[in-house]
């Protein structure tokens, strides 16, 4: 599966971003999907996932209630919309997929295939 994320930009705190991944390829061995951010000098952070058939969903305690993941599963597109974004938020955004039942869906290693990451920056 190769994915392509787009939307990230500049943001003033308390604004909102919407950020989209168009995924390509085989699409249909997908599993689950997520979003992760990673900040300079700060490991990648699991932010929200969904599983691609049923559309149930899962979130980062530090995003739940502000961000909300949706899946068109028609178009193969996963999107990611972010309210009340704060300061310590700025990071690249990364969507990623997995092709792999079974696995905890908040590990970075549980995803095989990731896109090139949008950057947010958030400003004070």
């Known amino acids: 599966v190769q994915l392509q994320a787009s939307g990230g930009g500049l943001v003033q705190a308390g604004g909102s971003l919407r950020l989209s991944c168009s995924a390509s390829?085989?699409?249909?061995?997908?599993?689950?999907m997520a979003w992760f951010r990673q900040a300079p000098g700060k490991e990648r952070q699991f932010l929200a996932t969904?599983?691609?058939?049923?559309?149930?969903?899962y979130y980062a305690d530090s995003v739940r209630g502000r961000f909300t993941i949706s899946r068109d599963s028609a178009g193969n597109i996963l999107h990611l919309q972010m309210n009340n974004l704060k300061p310590d938020e700025t990071a690249v955004y990364y969507c990623?997929?997995?092709?792999?039942?079974?696995?905890?869906?908040?590990?970075?290693?549980?995803?095989?295939?990731w896109g090139q990451g949008t950057q947010v920056t958030v400003s004070s």
């Open positions: 390829g085989r699409t249909s061995s997908t599993v689950n």
């Open positions: 990623a997929a997995t092709t792999r039942p079974g696995r905890d869906s908040r590990v970075v290693s549980t995803y095989d295939s």
């Open positions: 969904i599983v691609w058939s049923s559309g149930l969903s």
